[in-house]
């Protein structure tokens, strides 16, 4: 059984990053610039935007992290993003989600201009990763591709099964594994909470993807011997022995489904590290298409 190992993979991605980023330098242009917004003091968005800023720099990326309280009302959000969008300054515009009750999220995300939205949410980014054109691919299933990638996994002619169908996860995960690419042609099945007989279905997956936010949820006798196990899953639960008083779970149950598995990514130190290596690659690009 093989770890895919997100460390590994992402920093293979973070020094080719940093080797453009310092021709850049040495060239004496702009560097990239990634603004991220944070709203309010949840703590795993903390955490999330943190790593965000602290990636951006071991790559030579320049970050802005721009925070609001959690009241913050919606028009100044709003107006923070106008002006992201207008500054010349300014590659790629990341708001961290969740927002608070009172902030329409739709509006925050088709706020971001198109070519500044480095996470990929906006319906237009969305409309092209559909239809094979060039966009900025949402960093979690970016991430999972970059690490097929990088350990020469071809999902070409199987079955992959994806259980989730969120616009930031499931969804663009299944159309890439679908769609006609290198790390892509596999046929795809997307399960959600109205899937009868999931277990069924996921014991039929070559590649099965677990992203449902159900920690453990995915059980040996879910998975097929010999498949390809993606858990993308995070969730904090408790635990009073954990110096934090939590620790994070994916949404397999590693210790039962690994020894069948042919390949799986652990959590924490798998899909999470590529999610910024996807991030990291999409300011890049958007550098890239404004020079
Ligand atoms: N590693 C990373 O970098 C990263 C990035 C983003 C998210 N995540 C994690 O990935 C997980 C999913 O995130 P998300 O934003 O996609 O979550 P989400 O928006 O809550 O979507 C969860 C999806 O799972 C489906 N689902 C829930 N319970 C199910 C069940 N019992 N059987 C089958 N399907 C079920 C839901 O179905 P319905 O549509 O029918 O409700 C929904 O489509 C979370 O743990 C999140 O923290 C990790």
Redesign the pocket.
């Known amino acids: 059984m093989l770890v895919l190992d997100g460390k590994i993979a992402s920093a293979a991605i973070k020094e080719k990053l940093q080797q453009e980023v310092a021709l850049i330098v040495e060239k004496k242009q702009r560097i990239p610039h990634l603004a991220a917004i944070l709203i309010g003091n949840n703590g795993a968005s903390e955490t999330y935007v943190a790593s965000k800023v602290k990636n951006c720099e071991e790559v030579g990326i320049e970050s802005s992290l721009i925070r609001f309280e959690s009241d913050v009302d919606q028009t100044t959000l709003l107006n923070k993003i106008e002006e992201l969008n207008t500054d010349a300054n300014i590659d790629g515009i990341l708001v961290q989600l969740p927002l608070p009750g009172h902030i329409n999220e739709q509006k925050v995300i088709e706020a971001i201009h198109p070519t500044k939205d480095v996470d990929g949410f906006h319906p237009i980014s969305a409309g092209k990763l559909v239809q094979g054109m060039q966009t900025f691919i949402p960093a ?1 299933p970016y ?1 999972i591709m970059l690490m097929l990638e990088h350990y020469n996994i071809q999902p070409k002619g199987k079955h992959a099964v994806v ?4 616009n ?3 969804r663009p995960m299944s159309i890439l594994l679908s769609s006609n690419t290198k790390y892509g042609n596999a046929t795809v099945t997307i ?5 009868p007989n ?1 277990a069924e279905i996921c014991l039929q997956a070559d590649i099965l993807v677990a ?4 920690p453990g ?1 995915v059980k040996a006798n879910m998975v097929k011997d010999g498949a390809i196990v993606i858990d ?4 904090r639960v408790e635990d009073n022995t954990a110096k934090k008083g939590f620790r994070i779970k994916g ?1 397999v149950a590693y210790d039962e489904v690994a020894p069948k598995a042919a390949a799986i990514t652990p959590v924490p130190g798998g ?2 590290l590529m ?1 910024i290596a996807g991030l990291l690659k999409n300011t890049l690009q958007a550098y890239q298409q404004h020079q």
């Open positions: 979690t991430g259980i989730g169908r969120s930031i996860v499931g399960c959600h909470s109205h899937t999931l992203a449902l936010g159900k949820f993308v899953g995070i969730t949404d899909v999470g999610t």
